[in-house]
């Protein structure tokens, strides 16, 4: 996206959304790479190849001055004037601080919430970097889990604590889709022919090959009615997407976990 941001108002009533607010050239003449909502207020994160990070909040409209409802650019950050790309929300365990996660190139920065007040708006401070040395090795993905957080590079995955900021390891894994499992510290990584299900908590993996995860471009966790004997899919069933076929995946790892992944019988295919 080069030219326009927009916002809009979803009205149940009839069911169709609204512009509410129209942002031309958010991030100047540059490409928008990323954007991501505040997970518990109405404020969204935006990063682009002019180097900021920008934060947009809501503005409810006031009848008593007239004002109309709209979003407005709240701050902008920014760090050595990288461009910026991956982004990501958390909160440690030990605050109730939202932090802000943001990748510059190959870098990736900290910024915490001053206010930590849900009725006021976001102040952040820059707090720390995660840094990996190779420059040509841009973050693409940012991903948080039990104070740890996971930086997927272009061409390996780096594992950072969080809450002293020491490196722990370091996977030969290039990311090019992920979901994070909402029901426990599971994460489906899609790695070249490789599908990785990591989990935060115990540092375990589990690995399966299948000719089609190379093309996988999005992947999320839907609720499942059917427990699996498999525990990184016990509650969960995994979705992704391949464009060249235009329809999603569903996979539910009822089988034995030694049959092959690559078998197409254990995959179900639902046409979009």
């Given at each position: 996206m080069k030219e326009n941001l927009d916002f809009g108002n979803f009205y149940q009533t009839n069911n169709q959304f609204e512009l509410n607010t129209s942002i031309t050239y958010?991030?100047?003449?540059?490409?928008?790479?990323?954007?991501?909502?505040?997970?518990?207020?109405?404020?969204?994160?935006?990063?682009?190849?002019?180097?900021?990070?920008?934060?947009?909040t809501f503005v409810q409209e006031n009848p008593i001055t007239k004002r109309v409802s709209h979003w407005r650019c709240l701050?902008?950050?920014?760090?050595?004037?990288?461009?910026?790309?991956?982004?990501?929300?958390?909160?440690?365990?030990?605050?109730?601080?939202?932090?802000?996660?943001?990748?510059?190139?190959?870098?990736?920065?900290?910024?915490?919430?001053?206010?930590?007040?849900?009725?006021?708006?976001?102040?952040?401070?820059?707090?720390?970097?995660?840094?990996?040395?190779?420059?040509?090795?841009?973050?693409?993905?940012v991903i948080y889990n039990c104070d740890k957080i996971l930086v997927c590079h272009k061409t390996l995955a780096n594992l950072w604590n969080c809450l002293n900021g020491q490196f722990i390891k370091s996977f030969s894994w290039h990311v090019h889709a992920f979901?994070?499992?909402?029901?426990?510290?599971?994460?489906?990584?899609?790695?070249?022919?490789?599908?990785?299900?990591?989990?935060?908590?115990?540092?375990?993996?589990?690995?399966?090959?299948?000719?089609?995860?190379?093309?996988?471009?999005?992947?999320?966790?839907?609720?499942?009615?059917?427990?699996?004997?498999?525990?990184?899919?016990?509650?969960?069933?995994l979705i992704f997407y391949i464009p060249q076929e235009v329809r999603f995946f569903f996979v539910y790892f009822l089988f034995s976990i030694h049959k092959s992944v690559a078998d197409p019988g254990n995959f179900e295919g639902r046409g979009t």
């Open positions: 958010p991030h100047g003449q540059e490409t928008l790479n990323q954007m991501l909502f505040h997970p518990n207020k109405l404020e969204l994160a935006i990063t682009g190849n002019d180097g900021f990070v920008k934060v947009w701050s902008g950050h920014t760090h050595r004037s990288y461009s910026s790309s991956a982004l990501c929300y958390y909160k440690l365990s030990t605050s109730e601080n939202i932090n802000l996660c943001c990748s510059f190139e190959h870098l990736v920065t900290v910024w915490i919430d001053t206010i930590n007040d849900l009725n006021e708006e976001s102040r952040y401070e820059y707090s720390r970097c995660f840094a990996h040395i190779d420059r040509k090795n841009p973050v693409e993905h979901a994070k499992n909402p029901r426990s510290s599971f994460i489906a990584l899609f790695d070249k022919s490789f599908l990785h299900f990591y989990s935060f908590s115990d540092g375990k993996c589990h690995s399966r090959k299948g000719s089609l995860f190379r093309r996988v471009t999005a992947a999320a966790y839907i609720p499942n009615d059917k427990p699996s004997s498999f525990v990184p899919l016990q509650h969960s069933r």
